[in-house]
């Protein structure tokens, strides 16, 4: 890979919009290069056999399985509305008039 110029970064910094002083063009031009020295080691890696992944530690599943449980009584849960109606909660309608 040819050896990354500050001109480079100066480029990649227009193309995202940013303004970057002249000390921050000079750190990031090695921080960057630093960066793409790396991916580039990556790069030189066999991964012959190694199979993509999104994590790099196998997490399993981490939802709970469904069971059955028994749910609220309604009788019990409407016993604590101001005011129900049918079985259900009367509440005040969208644009605030009285039910």
């Not at 000390?23 to 031009?29: A, H, N």
Request: charged share 30%.
């Amino acid at each position: 890979m040819s050896e990354l110029t500050r001109d480079d970064v100066a480029k990649v910094a227009r193309l995202a919009r940013l303004h970057l002083t002249e000390e921050e063009l000079d750190r990031f031009t090695g921080q960057l290069a630093q960066v793409l020295d790396h991916a580039n080691d990556l790069r030189a890696l066999d991964l012959t056999g190694v199979a993509p992944t999104a994590h790099p530690v196998d997490l399993g599943t981490v939802v709970r399985a469904d069971e059955v449980r028994p749910g609220l009584v309604r009788d019990a849960f409407l016993s604590a509305a101001p005011q129900p109606e049918d079985g259900r909660f009367a509440v005040p309608r969208i644009l605030g008039e009285e039910p």
